[in-house]
Each structure stands twice: as C-alpha cells, then as structure tokens.
C-alpha cells in the first residue's frame, strides 16, 4: 500500500504577503474583535503595498491600519468601528481625504456574496436592503445590487454580486501543514470567505499534526483542498482576540485608539509597532512576554 | 406580590432605559440583540421575567449565557454556555430571514417620523460630515425580525424630518410600504430613549408618544424632537424600575461599562 505524503504548504508570513500584488483583491478573515489577521495587516504594511480593494464584512484596528497606511483603497463592507470605544480613526481621515471609498452593504449581503463567489454562482438573493439607501446609493460599483420580481412566486427580492477575489486571508486557531483548518468559536463569514478566493492563506495560532485534525475530522472548518498556504502565527490577531487561545488587550486598543486621532499620532504609532519593527516575532517581544501571556485563555472561559 | 419601585433619584436614566429594553422582551421569545444597552437589556430579562429568552448574537453566538460584559458583538465573553457558536449566515440568514427572531434591538444615529434609521452618513453622501460605522446586520435585523426595539438619546438632531441616508427600513413612507418593498420583518415596535418611550399609530405607522419617564415633561420631549410627534390625549408614566431589577441590573455591569455608577 502507498501512504500519501503529506503535503506541506507553509511559509513564512513575510513569503505570504510577498504573494499580493498592488491592486489585488482580497477577503479578510475575522470579524469584530475576533481572529482578525492583524499580523498579516502589519506585514501588508511593511511591504507598502498599495490600492489593495478589501471585502469584509465588518472589521476594526486590523483595517483601520491598512487604511492608515494607505495600503487598501477601496473596501465593499458592511460595517467598521472600533466596538465599544468608538469611530475608526484612520479610515474616517482617509475618507475625508479622498484616499479611500467605501461601497456598503449589510453583513449578510457580504456573507452571501462570498458563499456565491464559493458556489460559483454571479449572484445571491436576500431580503434585506429592500426599501432603503444601501440599494438606491452607489459609491463606485456599476452595479451595487439589483431587486427584482421572484419568477416562481412574484415576491420581490434584492440580487447582490458574488465576490470572487484574488486571495482570501484568514486567520484561524490551528491549522495542519497540509492547511486543514480548525476555527475555535464563532465562524463570522470565514467559512464562506475562505472558499471565494482564487488563492487562500490560512495563518494559524498554531500548526498541529495532521494525525490531530484526521482523529477529529468534524471540526474542521476549512479543508485542505481549499487552501494554497499556511502561515504559523503565533498572537496573530493581538490586541484583538483568539476564541480558546486569548483575550484582547483593553489598554492597547485604547491607547491604538486614542493615539490615532490625530495623524501625528498614528504615525507614531505605525513607527513604533509596525514599520519599527522587523517582523511579527519583534512585535510580540516589543509588547513584551509577561503581558501576552497574562491574556491567556483560563478554562472554563474562552477568553 | 406588589411592586417595589425605586423613586426619582435613586436610578439612573440608562438604569431606566435598560430595564425598558428588558421589559419590551417576553419570556421564550428569540432575542436579536449588538453590544451596549441592549445586550444589558437582555441580560437583566433573561435573569427576571424572561429565563427562556434566547439571545443571539449576529457573530455566531446563539442562546448565549454570558456572565461578563462583553465590548465586541463576536467577543469571546459570548460563548460562555451558548448552545452554538457558528456564523453570520446561521444567525442573520437561517434564524433571522428564516422567521426564526421574534425580537431585534437596534440603535440610530437618526430616526425619522416612520422609525427609518441611519447608521451611515451624517452630512451629505457625497461629502459627509461625519462616516458612521454602517449597517453591520441592523438592516438585516430590521428587514426581517418581527418587531424592532430602537434604543437611542433624545436629541433634535438625531430625531429629524428627513433622514441624511436610510440605513434600515421602518414603514419607510407610511401604511403598507414595507409590504410593497417586500419585507419580511414586521418592523420598529418601540423606541426607548432617555425621555420617554415610543410605539407606532397602526394606522398611519408614525411614531407616537406612549410613556414619559419619570421627572421629565412633555414640553422636554417636545422640544427635543425634529417632526411632528403623535401625542395621545393620556400618556401614562414609565414605569420604574424596582428594586430587585436595579439589583440585578448592577451586578451584571458591576464596573459601569455600559450604565457607569451615578455620582
């Protein structure tokens, strides 16, 4: 009998985000606090990459940063903010300067529109949008969403475009190197996102043996078929939060927060943590050991 | 058992919100609630009148039991004893478009005389003053939960005639347009804010004055509102809260995250 070798796909996250080209399109994995792909945002704008168009359906410091760093250009979204403090700093001066726009839809159109790109299909009905701006205003696309008349029972129903872009970046709990992927807790739209690209990164909290995932094959959420490349990333989503893995860190998201208000003070703070630094491992050592790990996870709580 | 109500003074006016928010929710009812006040909302019902409330959280988390206040709507704090934790197309496609929510609450940055919302733009769309966080799922949740609960302030800029961009739909422009639209959702039911609370005339679906909070007066509501409120010849107090609720409601926000101490 022959035994598959195992496939190994990682690389480092500096090779990952060398993949994206200016220009590309790209969905981004996490929602709200949780498993956003910060470090891959970091590295994003390291490499300055530039007129990146995002797909999401709602994020915070993690985009506010590429916009900051005027790495994105354009999102389709349907929701940015930082939860329970306040606007996105960067993203609102970026607007007001015209660097970036923003098409708006609602999460579940945006969670739709990935499952249709996955499915293959140009488009996904829904019933929300129906009456409102988010279908009579367009910022930049030809075509933002369409209602028409059901032909099998004549209800009326809004068309939104699937989303098929170049890459999808998520940032999940542990991976094997083959890129099956498990995600502790909620899913957000990753589930469908990580199937719409063209080309899939999986950054992990940790890499685990492919035995692990194969004794437990039903909590995999993303297979390996899927996926082109995995990324062992450790603390990935700091300050924001890793379902099992860690909490967030309250003092840096205000002080990120307080600090980005003005654009002095995001520059400083671009320097400090990100630019300053040589990689996602000098970022960690910057924050400091003691203060990661008092953010550990403590059984029974998630968090 | 008689009603042991807390006077003037010894609650405050998000004290009274929350439990407004709680009390407009009944017991076994499927909860669509975000993070801030209605998710306090929904904690202090389902440890009162509602133990069988189910609380979802547009992120994945379904019937949560959270015991620590949570500032993320997909924060960890979430899943503590939910019966799932799965994605945004389970919670806002299957249980919510599916029929599934009886009850959604939402917040405005504006409202209009028909309880359509903005949560996008202030200023012009073109040039807006100020770029709000967007829908999230609050179009969602207001397209397709049965009845709306709107938690907001009472200020004149945010209560207007003509909305800067409709967000979420209310009956949009009167009687039977949310059916022409084609909406499955019953829309708003209630508007809470730190004046008084809000319902809808069913025939004409504008929004009607239905209780004043305590210590307030109608000229207060009056001249904080920017269109032509409906006033019912005998709006009745809001009932406080009792005692056993603002116990409850200040241990499940013991460090004032969302309802900060008074004084």
């Known amino acids: ?29 996490g929602f709200g606090f949780q498993r956003p ?56 001066r970026r607007i007001r300067e015209g660097a970036i726009q923003i098409e708006d839809y609602t999460n579940l159109a945006m969670a739709l529109r990935f499952l249709g790109g996955a499915l293959g299909v140009p488009f996904m009905p829904l019933k929300s949008m129906l009456g409102t701006d988010l279908i009579a205003k367009t910022k930049f696309r030809p075509k933002k969403a369409e209602v028409i008349t059901c032909p099998f029972t004549g209800e009326k129903v809004v068309l939104v475009p699937s989303v098929r872009p170049d890459f999808s970046i998520v940032h999940v709990s542990r ?129 | 058992m008689d009603k042991n109500y807390a006077k003037l003074g010894e609650f405050t006016t998000l004290e009274l919100m929350a439990v407004c928010g709680a009390r407009a929710i009944k017991n076994g009812e499927v909860v669509f609630v975000g993070t801030g006040l209605p998710m306090i909302a929904a904690m202090l019902a389902k440890r009162t009148h509602a133990p069988n409330a189910k609380i979802v959280y547009e992120a994945g988390f379904i019937d949560s039991n959270a015991i620590d206040i949570a500032l993320s709507i997909a924060d960890s704090r979430l899943g503590y004893r939910a019966s799932a934790a799965i994605g945004l197309i389970e919670t806002l496609g299957l249980l919510l478009q599916g029929g599934h929510v009886d009850v959604g609450f939402v917040g405005a940055a504006q409202i209009d005389e028909y309880g359509n ?46 909305l800067d961009y409709l967000t979420s739909p209310g009956f949009l422009d009167g009687p039977k347009a949310r059916e022409k639209a084609g909406l499955l959702g019953g829309g708003p039911s209630l508007v809470v804010t730190n004046l008084c609370q809000m319902d809808f005339d069913p025939e004409t679906k504008r929004i009607r004055l239905a209780t004043i909070h305590p210590g307030v007066t109608l000229q207060q509501i009056l001249d904080n509102i920017g269109f032509d409120l409906i006033v019912p010849e005998n709006v009745p107090t809001t009932e406080p809260p009792t005692y056993e609720e603002l116990v409850i409601l200040r241990a499940i926000d013991p460090h004032g995250i969302y309802i900060p101490r008074q004084g």
Request: with cysteine; hydrophobic share 40%.
């Open chain 2, 117 to 162: 919302i903005n949560t996008t733009y202030i200023g012009d769309f073109e040039n807006p003053t100020v770029r709000l966080p967007g829908s999230g799922g609050g179009n969602d949740i207001v397209s397709s939960a049965k009845r709306i609960v709107i938690i907001m302030t009472h200020e004149k800029r945010k209560m207007v005639k003509k």
């Open chain 1, 175 to 303: 991976v094997d190197r083959e890129g099956n992927a498990q995600i502790d807790g909620i899913k957000g739209e990753d589930v469908e996102g990580a199937r719409a690209g063209k080309k899939v990164i999986v950054l992990a909290e940790e890499i685990v043996d492919t035995e692990f995932i194969r004794s437990q094959p039903d909590q995999t959420a993303i297979p390996n078929i899927y996926v082109n490349y995995v990324v062992e990333c450790p603390w990935g989503a700091y300050p924001m939060m890793v379902y099992n893995y860690y909490d967030y860190d309250m003092e840096h998201v205000r002080m990120y927060y307080q600090q980005c208000k003005t654009e002095e003070g995001w520059q400083k703070y671009c320097e400090e943590y990100i630019t300053g630094v040589e990689d996602h491992m000098e970022f960690l050592k910057k924050i400091g050991m003691e203060r990661l790990l008092k953010l550990r996870a403590k059984k029974p709580f998630p968090y």
């Open chain 1, 37 to 92: 792909p910060m470090a891959f945002a970091h590295e994003l704008v390291r490499q300055k990459k530039r007129n990146l168009t995002v797909y999401t359906c709602g994020s915070e410091i993690d985009i506010d940063i590429l916009s900051g760093a005027y790495v994105v250009s354009r999102f389709e979204l349907a929701f940015f903010a930082i939860e329970g403090i306040g606007l996105a700093p960067n993203i609102q």
């Open chain 1, 1 to 29: 009998m022959v035994e598959a070798p195992i496939e190994d796909k990682r690389i480092t996250l500096k090779e990952a985000a060398k993949l994206i080209p200016d220009g590309a399109h790209l969905f981004w994995g």
